[in-house]
C-alpha cells in the first residue's frame, strides 16, 4: 500500500471507532510497522487532521457541543480513583488532567474517562504500570480537569460533588 493511500486508511479506520486504536493494531492491520504508523500520524497531524494520541491510542477529535468546565483540585494519589468515580457517578465526563509544572509549564494530558469501563482500564494501567504515577504528584496533589457534561446543571452537580469530598479548590 503507497504511503498516501496509507494515510488515507488510518483516517477511514479511525473515523469508523471512539475508541482508541493502537499503533501497533493500525501497524497490523495497515502491515506497517507500529513507528511507520507514528510517522503517518504525525505527517496527518501537520496536514491538519484532528487526531488525537491517548494513552490507549489515537483518535479523531470530534466537535461536541457539550458544555465543558475545568475544575481544580487537589487530593493524594490514593484518592484518585474516589475522585474520578464522582465524576462520573455525577453525570460528568473526565476530558484530561493537567498540572502546572515550575520548569514545563503547562502539562496537559487526554485521559477521555467518560464510562465505568474506561474508569476501570485506566485505574488497572495506573496499578500494573511499573514506575507510573498520577501526573499530580509533580505538583503536590493540584491539578486540573477539564470535565464535561450534558449540560450546566450536571456540571455543577460534578462540582458540588468534588466539594463534599473536600478536594475541589475554589
Same mark, same amino acid.
Given at each position: 500500500m503507497e504511503a498516501t493511500q496509507r494515510r488515507a486508511a488510518i483516517l477511514t479506520r479511525l473515523s469508523q471507532t471512539s475508541t482508541p486504536v @493502537? &499503533? =501497533?493494531v493500525l501497524g497490523e492491520e495497515m502491515g506497517v510497522s507500529r513507528q511507520i504508523v507514528v510517522g503517518d500520524i &504525525? %505527517? %496527518?497531524r501537520?496536514?491538519?487532521h484532528p487526531v488525537r =494520541? !491517548?494513552?490507549r491510542g489515537y483518535v479523531l477529535a470530534? @466537535? /461536541?457541543h457539550a458544555p465543558r468546565r475545568s475544575v481544580t483540585v487537589r487530593h493524594s494519589n490514593e484518592a484518585a480513583a474516589r475522585e474520578l468515580r464522582t465524576i462520573l457517578a455525577a453525570g460528568g465526563s473526565v476530558l484530561d488532567t /493537567?498540572?502546572?509544572h515550575g520548569l514545563y509549564g503547562q502539562i !496537559?494530558?487526554?485521559l477521555l474517562i467518560r464510562s465505568q469501563e474506561d474508569l476501570e482500564d485506566f485505574l488497572a494501567r495506573l496499578s500494573t504500570t511499573p514506575h507510573a504515577s498520577p501526573l499530580c504528584t509533580l505538583t503536590d496533589g493540584?491539578? !486540573?480537569h477539564t470535565i464535561e457534561a450534558a449540560n450546566e446543571e450536571v456540571l455543577d452537580a460534578v462540582e458540588q460533588a468534588l466539594d463534599e469530598l473536600g478536594i475541589l479548590q475554589r
Amino acid at each position: 500500500m503507497e504511503a498516501t493511500q496509507r494515510r488515507a486508511a488510518i483516517l477511514t479506520r479511525l473515523s469508523q471507532t471512539s475508541t482508541p486504536v @493502537p &499503533a =501497533a493494531v493500525l501497524g497490523e492491520e495497515m502491515g506497517v510497522s507500529r513507528q511507520i504508523v507514528v510517522g503517518d500520524i &504525525a %505527517l %496527518l497531524r501537520a496536514a491538519g487532521h484532528p487526531v488525537r =494520541a !491517548t494513552n490507549r491510542g489515537y483518535v479523531l477529535a470530534r @466537535p /461536541s457541543h457539550a458544555p465543558r468546565r475545568s475544575v481544580t483540585v487537589r487530593h493524594s494519589n490514593e484518592a484518585a480513583a474516589r475522585e474520578l468515580r464522582t465524576i462520573l457517578a455525577a453525570g460528568g465526563s473526565v476530558l484530561d488532567t /493537567s498540572i502546572e509544572h515550575g520548569l514545563y509549564g503547562q502539562i !496537559t494530558v487526554d485521559l477521555l474517562i467518560r464510562s465505568q469501563e474506561d474508569l476501570e482500564d485506566f485505574l488497572a494501567r495506573l496499578s500494573t504500570t511499573p514506575h507510573a504515577s498520577p501526573l499530580c504528584t509533580l505538583t503536590d496533589g493540584w491539578h !486540573t480537569h477539564t470535565i464535561e457534561a450534558a449540560n450546566e446543571e450536571v456540571l455543577d452537580a460534578v462540582e458540588q460533588a468534588l466539594d463534599e469530598l473536600g478536594i475541589l479548590q475554589r
